[in-house]
């Protein structure tokens, strides 16, 4: 799936207009657009220095910050929208930050890699860790320092006082509703505090 694919799935979600937060948002790829295809408005937060300059030269507004420090200069409601894609893997305060997401935000997005996703589970099996094309890496050399299924976020979500207002997988480029925890790569969720 190209980033233009994630982008058009994600800005679907994304009501024209909306306040956006974007944790971890990268080059600031998906701000752009948003800000270009639903009139939306907002800023990113990105550690990683060459990236906060590509969302400098895009005209996104970004923050430099480090996730793990948690979102306390955002008072509550301060978006309409936040959205954490593909970042929760990479966090070690990921409850607190799913916290702080619907906190600061009136809706979260959250992505993250599936990893009940047949292949995964079939590598497993076979005694030996997943590497595909939405895993990548091996055990050893991993960002990514949580897994997680389908199954899984909605029990956080449901401990943690969210309300799921939507869900489905993508696999290369398509958006999956059939066995999604089963037969797709990566999961999406957008949801509300209770």
Known sequence: MSQHDV???IAQLVPPGSRVLDLGCGN???????????QCTGY??????AKV?????RGVNVI???LEEGLSLFEDNSFDVVLQLDTLQ???NTVDMLRETARVGKQGIVSFPNFAHWPHRLSVLRGRMPVTRSLPYQWYDTPNIRVATFADFEV???????RILDSFGVHE?????RWPNLMASKAVFKFERR
């Open 44 to 49: 990113g937060i990105e550690l990683d220095d």
């Open 64 to 66: 430099q910050r480090n």
């Open 7 to 9: 982008h058009d799935v």
């Open 53 to 57: 300059m590509q969302c400098v030269q």
């Open 90 to 92: 990479h966090l070690r």
């Open 173 to 177: 480029g398509e958006i999956v509703t």
């Open 28 to 38: 600031g790829a998906l701000l752009a657009h948003l800000r270009d295809a639903r």
């Open 156 to 162: 956080l979500a449901e401990q943690n006082g969210l």
